[in-house]
């Protein structure tokens, strides 16, 4: 148990959709990072935050945004759904701006 | 930018002989670098790290791995493997500062009685 944790686990919906993602990094890590993971473009980062603001942004598309709250949680909104963004996302922690990442469990999502 | 490469996609290997799963990497500033390993239906969880120091890294779960420089390698390697290793494993290069880890394509262990 890496300490990082993500909700839901699984979650199914429609092509169109909306849905948001949870994660709530180890105690005491102030950055959190997004990485999707599907079988044709593998692991893939997205975005970064650092202490509730935007430090980085990967392949993210334009249909996704992501925020980091005051408890540093932070949540990834992927909206108007398509069925290729039918992946495994993580989330991952580390503390300020150290190297090492902790990934949580993983949010499977299963667009149809 | 930087970039991994692992080599193989897949390693068949018997239970008890002894694996290694290369990687190599391309970077124009310092790395650190990472192994992690996922299990069916699981996230990711860090095998070992490279920061600084001793070039041979020890992990969890029997493994270690070998930083090097003039080769850009960072292979895994385990002297003697068993069944629930049988998992993927990604190879990951990171920077100094906020930096991305960027992650290889993985290599599945396949080990059998």
């Known amino acids: 148990d890496s300490g990082v944790t993500q909700t839901p686990k699984h979650l199914i919906t429609a092509t169109g959709q909306r849905v948001t993602l949870r994660c709530s990094p180890r105690?005491?890590?102030?950055?959190v990072y997004w990485y999707q993971q599907s079988l044709d473009q593998g692991l893939q980062f997205l975005i970064q935050?650092?202490?509730?603001?935007?430090?980085a942004k990967g392949n993210i598309l334009e249909r996704f945004s992501a925020q980091q709250f005051p408890d540093l949680h932070s949540e990834l909104n992927l909206s108007s759904l398509e069925l290729g963004d039918s992946a495994l996302y993580f989330c991952a922690s580390s503390v300020a701006d150290q190297e090492t990442q902790y990934f949580g469990p993983g949010t499977r999502l299963l667009v149809l | 930018a930087q970039s991994v490469t692992q080599l193989d996609s897949q390693v068949p290997v018997f239970e008890e002989a002894p694996v290694e799963l290369r990687c190599n990497y391309s970077?124009?500033?310092?790395?650190?670098l990472f192994w992690y390993v996922q299990y069916p239906n699981q996230g990711l969880q860090l095998l070992l790290k490279?920061?600084?120091?001793?070039?041979l890294v020890k992990g969890i779960n029997g493994f270690e791995a070998e930083f090097n420089k003039s080769q850009t390698s960072f292979h895994l390697r385990k002297p003697s493997v068993h069944i629930s290793d049988t998992a993927e494993y990604f190879c990951a290069v990171g920077g100094t500062g906020f930096q991305k880890l960027v992650f290889g394509t993985g290599t599945r262990l396949l080990v059998s009685p």
């Open positions: 970077s124009s500033v310092s790395v650190y």
């Open positions: 105690s005491g890590d102030l950055s």
């Open positions: 490279y920061l600084s120091g001793s070039t």
């Open positions: 935050y650092y202490n509730g603001e935007e430090r």
